[in-house]
């Protein structure tokens, strides 16, 4: 099945990261980090299939040196938390070949990013090829423009505000204030929302091309109008445990959100035939002047009536079919009374109610995975924190700077993560305040809450069998006598 997928984030000092580090470990090589002063290697990284830097006619030559370009980024943008580079991934077609991919993704980043005067860093991947194809492409641009002649352009210009009789609006220190304007459209949520339709459209039209049945449609599930919920990112190491029947918590956890999507999904579809049938009950029985207050319980009573009489003429098996009748129809009828329901219109009310609960199970399961995925974020960095503090202890212990340097040089990986944690969680106000223990069972608790609303989910799906029951079998005895009548000409 076609899979669509279009993301794009921001590589960020502010987050600790390097655009050096994003573009070689993006393209599986080794760069100098002339801002770090170090190097950023990857070249053990597989997986990467080809590689390519495109840009507009008017950028220099030398900036197709992946090395030079990512310098340069480094070196232009000044400020410690600077933003560096959009960073976009998008899912290749297992139904093209690796060719017909490589080919549509450059035209699509010549159309979409190099027209606007973009630069982009392209990298194709395709990891755990022996287990399942996952081709995937990865861009990075640079978020400051290029002028026309070469030159770094600016990020932004500044709108300087005035009062309505003209003058200039000071801030406390009597400077002037103003709004700072993008120079260019590319972060905006509509450009982004183009380009996600740009890519569904031209993978389409090729699918269409191949005379073959599969689409891929660009927006959210929510905007589609199926409430389901997105499955969270298992990584290469829980598919390769998955694979070999070692089950996993985030592969259970997709499991369970997968079953739940479904489910969600087929209930949509029958609520709205549901309603489709109530819609013409409604119908018939306004044209039928004997209707009643007591019209939908009585045609639940005469189908089993009726059910009941064709079980006379069985010559074996009559008691059996009379139990199952009667206990079907206790049941159904039993619901009807437990939920005041005894009109064609009350059951639409009804029905309207479920619908409406399905789609709160939906936005709850779909917060619910969104609270996990942060619990589980500041965990994370919590363990890269703890396991830095004994190195930064190391570091102190060592009066003499060639020592440190050593220690430094050994643990390299360990302190990077050590600083981006302790920075973001002391931005987020957590550093000092959190307790893994509370985090873990936080978490638990989450999960649990999953589960409630999953038995919630199967408890609507019983209830919706239910009324799909009374709905059909409410028109049985119409369809009864047609089919009777139908093999009477028959015969």
């Known amino acids: 099945m076609a899979i669509y997928h279009f993301h794009v ?13 994003a573009a070689a470990y993006r393209a599986g090589e080794r760069l100098q980090d002339h801002y770090y002063g170090e190097y950023a290697d990857y070249t053990a990284k597989g997986g990467v299939v080809y590689t390519e830097i495109i840009v507009p006619e008017y950028v220099p030559e030398s900036f197709r040196d992946r090395e030079m370009l990512w310098n340069e980024v480094e070196r232009v943008e000044m400020h410690p938390k600077a933003q560096l580079a959009y960073s976009f991934d998008f899912a290749l077609m297992n139904e093209f070949s690796m060719e017909e991919n490589i080919i549509l993704a450059k035209r699509f980043i010549k159309e979409n990013f190099i027209a606007k005067g973009m630069i982009a860093d392209m990298a194709v991947h395709n990891p755990d090829k022996k287990e399942r194809d996952n081709p995937h492409v990865h861009v990075l641009c640079p978020i400051r423009p290029m002028n026309t002649d070469g030159t770094w352009g600016e990020k932004q210009r500044r709108e300087y505000l005035f009062d309505e009789g003209g003058k200039p609006v000071l801030d406390s220190k009597g400077h002037q204030k103003f709004n700072a304007v993008p120079t260019t459209d590319w972060g905006r949520p509509e450009t982004l929302e183009t380009w996600r339709k740009a ?26 109008g199926i409430m389901l919920i997105p499955q969270i990112h298992e ?42 049938v109530i819609s013409e009950l409604s119908e018939e029985m306004h044209r039928n002047e004997k209707s ?52 064609i219109e009350e059951l639409n009310e ?52 060639k020592a440190k340097e050593r220690i430094k040089a050994e643990n390299g990986d360990t302190l990077r993560r050590y600083h981006i944690a302790k920075r973001i969680l002391t931005e987020k106000g957590l550093l000092g305040k959190m307790d893994k223990t509370a985090l873990q069972q936080e978490i638990s608790r989450l999960k649990a809450e999953t589960k409630e609303n999953y038995a919630r989910y199967k408890t609507l799906s019983k ?29």
């Open 9 to 21: 984030t921001q590589v960020s000092r502010g987050k600790g990261q390097s655009a050096i580090a």
């Open 199 to 224: 890519w569904a459209d031209m993978i389409n039209d090729e699918f269409q091309k191949k005379g073959m049945q599969e689409r891929i449609d660009h927006r959210s599930y929510e905007a589609q």
């Open 235 to 276: 990584g290469p190491n829980v598919r390769k445990m998955e694979a070999k029947g070692i089950r996993t918590e985030k592969g259970s956890l997709n499991r369970l959100i997968k079953e739940i999507n479904q489910g969600i999904l087929l209930l949509k579809e029958k609520v709205k035939d549901i309603m489709d």
């Open 463 to 491: 209830d919706i069998k239910q009324l799909q029951d009374i709905c059909m079998l409410s028109q049985k005895p119409k369809e009864q006598k047609k089919q009777k009548a139908k093999e009477e000409n028959i015969l």
């Open 350 to 401: 009804h029905v309207k109610g479920k619908k409406a609960e399905l789609g709160i199970l939906g936005q709850v399961n779909r917060r619910k995975k969104a609270d996990i995925a942060e619990f589980k974020e500041n965990l994370r960095y919590l363990n890269w924190y703890e396991e830095g503090i004994p190195v930064i202890g190391e570091i102190e212990k060592r009066k003499f700077n």
């Open 292 to 343: 009643t207050k007591s019209d939908l319980p009585q045609c639940l009573q005469k189908y089993f009536a009726d059910r009941n009489e064709m079980a006379e003429s069985y010559s074996y098996g009559k008691n059996k079919a009379r139990k199952t009748n009667l206990k079907k129809m206790a049941e159904l009828l039993v619901y009807l009374e437990e939920h005041h329901i005894s009109t």
